[in-house]
């Protein structure tokens, strides 16, 4: 049951988690104008909704209900390399919606499958040829001739596969991001990435390949990948090395040569034997306007100005009182944790999860910063979430936690944002809880 990917689709009317027995769920907005309630609120941060919003419109606020659950990917064992491969789903891409049905994209290791997921509520009856049960009926017996007619029935969701990209990566698919044009989606593994037209799935072209003639020679895999949100020929890919290469793929077929690089320059005072793996960026995310890059790497956040290279406009520090515990960290493996990182509708608020299920909220203009906790105990329905602090030695104030009672087996790997309000989904391991802005 462990949620390992979040994803609120393009009107943040639906909302798909994806787990790691390879099941996707997809929640729908209830279409309610009134008090729907949605765990609990967000307040701390006066956050300013995007200006696409007109000040007199009626906020629907319903709650997010199951609407589709559905086994998306099934255990598989690779013969050829005895390797098992894990039916957890690694990330959801939804495509935006041109018909009544929806379309997603959900990836797990090795395969990703476009699944349709569509609504029935009428059915066929009175054929000519099949009885009332299916059974094909003799045609001797039949006299008269009836014309077939709908009928309603219970509301059914189906979620049918359409196509599965399958056989195209030898390393662990990290990334899928669905270009601008609609027409293509990218998948990423630690060496490649693919891009892939929707209707092809026996072909993929390889337009980045990092693996070196001789294996001993690796020294950085890719760990992340998206496109442009408006260029179809742009898009960006991160490394562990801490370094973001943006690509551009009208230059050439194969993009191992990047078009800007964005690297910042190592504070020798701060060089440790952790540095290399703190550094790796694990998660990178375009804001929407196009302008910047958000990454986030084990300590901080980082937003990058598309037109400055040699450093990031903005750092936020996540969680710095982990800078004393990196060792401890190392022992349990922590250190390896893969945060992920999401802008709010209007850019102007970035959002990611830390340990002891906290997750931290920056805003870009006030500086401000809070850090909100998602646990049964507070998640009363309509119950405003009280910012927490993290008490770093000297005396503990009565409200803080200390940094050596965090619980480090909680925590909040993936998040999402609702497109154009102020709701937030938030993986907490096998719970997933959604906030809301405080409703006047």
């Known amino acids: 049951d462990i949620i390992s990917t979040v994803e609120f689709n393009h009107t943040g009317e639906l909302l798909a988690t994806g787990d790691k027995g390879g099941r996707v769920v997809i929640f729908q907005r209830e279409q309610e104008v009134s008090g729907g309630e949605l765990g609990s609120v967000i307040e701390p941060l006066k956050f300013s909704l995007p200006s696409f919003q007109s000040k007199n419109q009626i906020h629907r606020r319903g709650e997010y209900n199951v609407y589709s659950t559905f086994q998306s990917h099934e255990p598989e064992f690779d013969y050829l390399k005895s390797l098992e491969i894990e039916e957890k789903i690694n990330k959801i891409r939804w495509l935006p919606q041109q018909n009544a049905a929806y379309f997603l994209l959900s990836t797990n290791d090795k395969t990703v499958k476009l699944w349709k997921v569509s609504e029935r509520d009428k059915r066929p009856e009175g054929y000519n040829l099949k009885d009332e049960e299916g059974r094909l009926r003799d045609p001797a017996t039949i006299t008269t001739l009836r014309v ?11 979620a049918t596969p359409r196509r599965v990209f399958a056989n195209a990566h030898t390393y662990h698919i990290n990334s899928i991001s669905v270009n601008s044009d609609y027409e293509t989606y990218m998948s990423a593994d630690d060496l490649r990435i693919n891009l892939w037209n929707f209707e092809i799935t026996n072909q993929s072209f390889n337009i980045v390949d990092i693996k070196p003639a001789n294996m001993e020679e690796l020294t950085e895999v890719i760990t992340a990948a998206e ?44 060089r440790s034997f952790f540095s290399e793996i703190i550094s790796s960026i694990s998660d990178v995310k375009f804001s929407h306007s196009g302008r910047y890059i958000m990454t986030r790497d084990y300590l901080t956040v980082k937003v990058w100005d598309l037109n400055m290279e040699n450093r990031p406009i903005e750092t936020y520090q996540v969680h710095d009182y982990l800078r004393s515990k990196l060792c401890s960290l190392y022992e349990n493996d922590c250190i390896f944790d893969k945060f992920e990182c999401v802008w709010n509708g209007s850019d102007s608020v970035i959002m990611t999860g830390s340990y002891n299920n906290f997750f931290r909220m920056f805003d870009r203009n006030t500086k401000r910063d809070v850090t909100l906790e998602a646990s049964r105990e507070n998640s009363k329905p309509r119950a405003i979430l009280k910012p927490r602090k993290v008490c770093v030695g000297g005396k503990r104030r009565k409200d803080e936690i200390s940094v050596d009672s965090l619980d480090f087996s909680k925590k909040i790997l993936h998040t999402a944002w609702h497109p154009s309000e102020n709701i937030i989904a938030v993986a907490a391991t096998n719970n997933l809880y959604i906030f809301q802005d405080k409703v006047n």
């Open 148 to 158: 077939p007619v709908l009928r309603p029935m219970d509301l059914m969701v189906e």
């Open 227 to 270: 496109f442009h949100p408006h260029h179809c020929n742009t898009f960006v890919y991160s490394s562990s090395k801490g370094t973001i290469r943006l690509c551009d793929m009208r230059a050439s077929a194969l993009c191992d040569r990047h078009t800007k690089f964005f690297e910042e320059p190592e504070d020798p005072s701060n």
